[in-house]
């Protein structure tokens, strides 16, 4: 009688294996096997990072085994099982692999497809075109969109994560619990001495070295040291936590009505204020966006206040980025003076604290909250809905999106609530197009633009693979519009997960092989380069408190002459307040455990070879793109390194 040997592998991280029956039925061309139990009398199944065969005899040859069907059935409690992969060799001594990777809980079962990557349009028979069907109906009353809050993207249907389905649920919950996290943070960084004066304002500058004790980072020191100077407040435009906003200034804007003689004596090259204009030197950082807006306030005791400054920023003759002038609100007038270089020294350094306070507001609301973890969360969403297991493009967006939905969903249950500011935001997500668009894409202009440089070099490695990929399985453009799984998927992002809102830039259908290697490359860029860009690097810049004040405790100065020391102290955060900035910017900065960097992909589910070599391909790519990185920050003060590929976890997880 005919006999197939079925290979089974368990996963190896915490509580994968299972004591419960697994049965599995193989699923032919021809015919179907008996349903069979998986048991070694004497032997403890599918344990651990166990792999385990097994013989399925059968009375008939099947034909081609083209689905594997696991059930898994409770033995004396429910325990959760997570599944790997499944091979079946053939009597003819083929080998035929079902990739899995997820969990089977309860009395669940699973039917798998082999791992061919298919197009919908490549189906042919009746047995696996329902198949394909079921798994997307079964998955989109899985994964539901939710409002969370007008006006900002849809989220999953899920307000804890142990809500979440077990798939998409961290390994470890306790892993990534903020509140545990924050307050390891705190012990780890010694400030726990400071929190029975939640309210008690510091005395000095040189007071938020006492909590400053404990941190070995060369980044951190170089910015306490530096912080109050100018070319330090200037070069974060470029390679800090939010190198987004720098714009090339083509034309002052009337609400910002500087004038060459106000800024003349800081003037390098013997031109008026609209000449250097004209040659190039001027940039602009405007923080409208938060023009309105009430920060949180998390304490009723403690007024907190929040700024939409303007700042002018000029490029000298040593290509050094400098602040020229700063109006601290978007309306001028009497009451909104232009803050000067010529200013009084503390008037100067109160202006710039407070355009380092809307930096830091804007860097966590939209650059790394809205534009990184939420529309990563779209695009997973949308994914596990439009996109069955088969489908290429769900192979080639699984590792990017893995722990996203999980992350945010532990980050709305304890961390972050409502924002009224995201409906004012542009959702470009295309890199070259965003460098482009705010006039800072010549390298000649901005030499030391390193976010620019290595995300372009991390972009085009990206677009690369994404392309080998698109023309593995798609002939031609007429394929593409044909697809009607990928059609949907890139329909429910802009329709449902961005809610059709009036600044969503997503297209709602693609034509082209090259539309859709630029929206996989948007996707997978930004889960993984853009995030690493915008998050990894808090430590670094946010850690000395004066300069990323996560609040101000004084509203904006309305005149000249009036700071001081005094008045700066009292504005920013409190001890209590700067002990929690410093355990939070600590925890967020921190790698998880076992992490997967871009162009890792432990779990096979592509089992094609030419996939394979493009993705090796790409791994050499991204090896020579670390290296050339590595080679330019030997010797610097301020090395760069938020975008060299070995540093970039393959999706948002922290």
């Not at 726990?192 to 020191?221: C, G, L, P, Y």
């Not at 007429?478 to 992002?493: P, S």
């Not at 929206?519 to 930004?526: H, N």
């Amino acid at each position: 009688m005919p006999s197939y040997t079925v290979t089974i592998a368990t996963g190896s991280q915490w509580f994968a294996g299972t004591d419960d029956y697994i049965y599995i039925t193989l699923m032919g061309t021809e015919q179907c096997s008996e349903r069979t139990l998986l048991d070694k009398p004497l032997y403890n199944d599918f344990e651990r990072g166990a792999v385990d065969s097994y013989d399925v005899t059968v009375g008939e040859h099947l034909g081609e085994i083209v689905l594997v069907k696991i059930e898994k059935k409770k033995y004396w409690v429910q325990d959760d099982w997570y599944c790997r992969y499944i091979t079946v060799k053939t009597p003819t001594g083929d080998y035929v692999e079902f990739p899995c990777f997820r969990w089977l809980v309860d009395n669940k079962e699973v039917v798998l497809r082999d791992g061919r990557a298919r197009l919908p349009q490549d189906d042919k028979t009746r047995l696996v075109k329902q198949h394909r069907q079921k798994e997307l109906e079964t998955r989109r009353k899985t994964y539901r969109w939710k409002e969370w809050q007008p006006g900002i993207p849809m989220s999953i249907d899920a307000s804890r994560h142990k809500d979440l389905p077990r798939d998409i649920q961290f390994d470890s919950e306790k892993g990534v619990d903020f509140v545990l996290n924050y307050s390891k943070a705190i012990e780890n960084l010694f400030v726990n001495q400071f929190m029975h004066m939640f309210q008690s304002s510091w005395s000095d500058f040189a007071d938020f070295e006492r909590i400053f004790v404990r941190i070995k980072n060369t980044i951190s020191e170089y910015v306490m040291q530096h912080w109050k100077e100018d070319f330090m407040f200037g070069y974060q435009y470029l390679n800090g936590c939010n190198p987004v906003v720098i714009q090339k200034c083509t034309k002052l804007p009337d609400k910002f009505p500087v004038t060459h003689e106000m800024v003349a004596v800081c003037l390098e090259r013997e031109l008026t204020l609209e000449q250097e204009i004209e040659a190039g030197n001027i940039y602009i950082a405007d923080y409208e966006v938060l023009d309105g807006i009430s920060p949180n306030c998390t304490d009723p005791c403690t007024l907190q206040y929040l700024a939409a400054p303007i700042c002018l920023l000029y490029k000298n003759a040593q290509n050094k980025i400098l602040p020229l002038a700063i109006q601290l609100g978007q309306t001028p007038g009497e009451d909104n003076p232009i803050f000067l270089p010529s200013d009084g020294q503390y008037d100067w350094l109160l202006a710039k604290i407070w355009v380092r306070s809307a930096d830091f507001q804007q860097h966590q609301t939209v650059t790394h909250l809205l534009r990184t973890h939420l529309m990563t969360e779209v695009f997973g969403i949308a994914m596990y809905r439009q996109l069955p297991a088969v489908h290429p493009v769900y192979k080639l967006l699984i590792p990017h999106i893995r722990f996203t939905i999980a992350i945010n969903t532990k980050a709305r249950e304890q961390l972050i609530c409502e924002c009224g500011i995201f409906d004012k935001v542009s959702l470009s997500l295309c890199f070259p197009d965003g460098i482009k668009a705010r006039g800072v894409d010549n390298k000649e202009e901005l030499p030391t633009y390193f976010y620019r440089d290595d995300g372009n070099r991390v972009w085009e490695a990206t677009k690369s693979f994404a392309s080998d990929v698109v023309r593995i399985y798609y002939s031609s453009d007429e394929m593409v519009q044909g697809d009607e799984e990928i059609q949907a998927f890139v329909k429910d992002v802009c329709s449902f997960g961005m809610q059709d809102f009036d600044h969503c830039e997503f297209p709602k259908s693609l034509k082209s092989r090259e539309e859709l290697t630029e929206y996989l490359t948007v996707v997978i860029f930004t889960a993984s380069a853009q995030h690493a860009a915008v998050n990894f690097g808090q430590y670094d810049w946010c850690s000395w408190i004066p300069n990323a004040p996560s609040t101000m405790r004084k509203p904006p100065p309305t005149q000249k002459g009036m700071a001081d020391v005094k008045l700066i102290i009292e504005s920013l955060p409190d001890r209590g307040r700067s002990s929690w900035h410093l355990g939070a910017v600590w925890a967020l900065s921190q790698y998880q455990e076992n992490e997967l960097y871009l162009g890792m992909y432990p779990d096979e589910h592509f089992i094609e070879k030419p996939v394979k070599e493009a993705m090796e391909t790409f791994r050499k790519q991204l090896a020579e793109i670390t290296s050339t990185i590595k080679r330019r920050n030997e010797g610097k003060k301020l090395p760069y390194y938020n975008m060299s590929p070995d540093m970039i976890p393959n999706s948002v997880a922290v």
